[in-house]
């Protein structure tokens, strides 16, 4: 079980917004910045999300992070079809003294 | 450019020893926490450990402390990740991952390697 649970699965229509839940705990998410990360099978991971709501130069603005207590959350809007990937949140764990991911949540656009 | 370029796909018995390398270049290698994360076939992403090549300062996950080890060459801008033992259920992709900002430890990683595939198998 991983420390930051996000769902396993979400969908979502072309052209709608998803948003993809991350829920930790006062030792992680409440206390530090949270990244997020996209990756495509079989290929490395991309920075999409860093310090809760900051995106790296050329990801698209249709990515936005936010967080609120001990839970954090990735919003995809304009839903494209090559948005279908998993996504994986992170973060420090003070208690841990180490980084954290979520189990990863697989995003199909139906 | 920033790159960070790993070694390639290894196959290995249980017992054997084995070191990866993860060779940087395109920035300053001693200004950077340098990340080492493990994703088993089929499943999610694990943070192992972290180096700061200046001082070469390692922080282990618990999960994996005593289990790997994690060093950094500065002379040659290359960070590593050895095992002494290896184990059938170390077979994964493992990732080096440069820490996006400068001087923070914080899980925020990019560029990544582009993975090495380590097989354990009798």
């Known amino acids: 079980q991983s420390v930051l649970t996000q769902p396993p699965s979400a969908s979502e229509t072309p052209g709608q917004t998803v948003t993809i839940s991350c829920s930790g705990s006062?030792?992680?998410?409440?206390?530090?910045?949270v990244s997020w990360y996209q990756q495509f099978p079989g290929t490395t991971p991309k920075l999409l999300i860093y310090?809760?709501?900051q995106r790296p130069s050329g990801v698209p603005d249709r990515f936005s992070g936010s967080k609120s207590g001990t839970s954090a959350s990735l919003a995809i809007s304009g839903l494209r079809s090559e948005d279908e990937a998993d996504y994986y949140c992170?973060?420090?764990?003070?208690?841990?003294?180490?980084?954290?991911f979520g189990g990863g949540t697989k995003l199909t656009v139906l | 450019e920033v790159q960070l370029v790993q070694s390639g796909a290894e196959v290995k018995k249980p017992g054997e020893s084995l070191k990866i390398s993860c060779k940087t270049s395109?920035?300053?290698?001693?200004?950077?926490?340098i990340a080492w994360v493990r994703q088993m076939p089929g499943r999610g992403l694990e943070w192992m450990g972290i180096?700061?090549?200046?001082?070469?300062?390692?922080i282990y996950s618990p999960s994996f402390q005593g289990q790997v080890t994690i060093s950094a060459d500065k002379s040659i801008s290359t960070a590593y990740l050895q095992w002494s033992s290896l184990k059938a259920s170390d077979t994964a992709v493992y990732f080096c991952?440069?820490?996006?900002?400068?001087?923070?430890?914080?899980?925020?990683?990019?560029?990544w390697g582009q993975g090495t595939l380590v097989t354990v198998s009798s």
């Open positions: 991952a440069r820490h996006f900002l400068t001087g923070t430890k914080d899980p925020q990683f990019g560029p």
């Open positions: 006062s030792s992680n998410i409440r206390s530090n910045y």
């Open positions: 992170a973060a420090w764990d003070d208690s841990l003294s180490g980084g954290v």
């Open positions: 180096i700061y090549p200046s001082d070469s300062d390692t």
């Open positions: 310090r809760t709501d």
């Open positions: 395109g920035y300053s290698f001693t200004s950077y926490w």
